[in-house]
């Protein structure tokens, strides 16, 4: 009998070393995987306009996501075709672990995001081609339907009484600022009208949108398609002694406060801390877990509007840099 408790207790101790072992084994495999992850590096490219601070928000987000699984991310941006189409050939190269991109100029990269896919690197659509990344197989997509957006515009413009509005766009060419403004005339059931800037020069803007709405009065609604141009709208409004209202696409600090104080009617916000954040995450779990987001469809960050009734409660996240 001793010798068969002394046998079952030898057992017990040779089982408890064995599950110890495997433990050891187990969390060395989790170490060693974790290890592997932090060495991931990521690709966020961009077709960011010089002195857009909307980038900032996206970059900051695909930054932050980065930090938080350990990985390295690689930010580049290209504001023409060419350009853009340069950088995303250079991190295929590189053979990075994953890529973010957006689609403004869905033609420039189809032939090398083919490239990127056959190498087996995944790809994230984010911000813009939203028409456009299923046909070039992209699996998922981070962003807002832009000809969603305008068309929410144009209802609330509708509701808002409006009965003319300029669509002050200021990349001609670029498809998801097309789509904000085609969106909008779909619903407006006013006059709807475009108007092209010649890039991010601020003070000729001040002067084309100042020189239209002094030639057509009967303008009551500016829309900017991107919160830089949402001050100089109001500039423009106020040097034309117009009675014109502005709205804009996106937020920033400035326009925020000018939301505050009611010189800005209200802000479409797609939420881009939120696409650059998502864009980053995606990618790190379809790289370490093999998972897909949106069962083929977008995952969706907007539209939502900043206005004055929530300005008080987005506004410290703005001041955070976040929003």
Known sequence: MRLFMKGRRRMRLIA????LGAASVGMAGVASAADNDKN??????????PGDTFWDLVRKGATDAANNVGAELVYLRGDSPDKQAAKLKN???????????????????????KEALN?????????????TWKSMDIPMYVGQDETLAGNAVGKRLNDEGAKKELC????????????????????????????????????????????KLMQDP?????????????????DAVKMAHSEAKVVTFDLNPRT?????????????????????????DLLWLNKTNGNTL?????????PAFVTQKNIDRVMKYVQRGTR
């Not at 408890?16 to 599950?19: D, N, R």
């Not at 991190?91 to 995001?113: C, K, S």
């Not at 009551?220 to 109001?234: C, E, N, S, Y």
């Open 16 to 19: 408890a070393a064995l599950v």
């Open 40 to 49: 991931l590096k990521f690709a966020l490219i961009t077709h960011a306009q």
């Open 91 to 113: 991190v295929i190269n590189q053979n990075v672990d994953g890529i973010a991109l957006t689609l403004a100029f869905p033609d420039a990269m189809r032939p090398l995001l």
């Open 119 to 131: 190498a087996g690197i995944p790809v994230v659509g984010v911000n813009s081609g939203f028409a």
């Open 168 to 211: 002050v766009n200021q990349q001609q060419g670029a498809v998801q600022l097309a789509a904000r403004c085609d969106g909008i005339a779909e619903t407006f059931n006013g006059n709807s009208e475009t108007l092209y800037l010649e890039g991010y020069d601020m003070s000729k803007a001040r002067s084309r949108i100042m020189a």
């Open 218 to 234: 009967e303008i009551d609604t500016v829309v900017t398609l991107g919160a830089p141009f949402a001050p100089v709208a109001a």
């Open 256 to 280: 925020a406060k000018l939301i505050k104080q009611n010189k800005v009617a209200w802000a479409v916000d797609q939420q881009p801390y939120l696409q650059g954040y998502e864009a980053i």
């Open 294 to 302: 949106g069962g083929g469809n977008a995952v969706l960050t907007g």
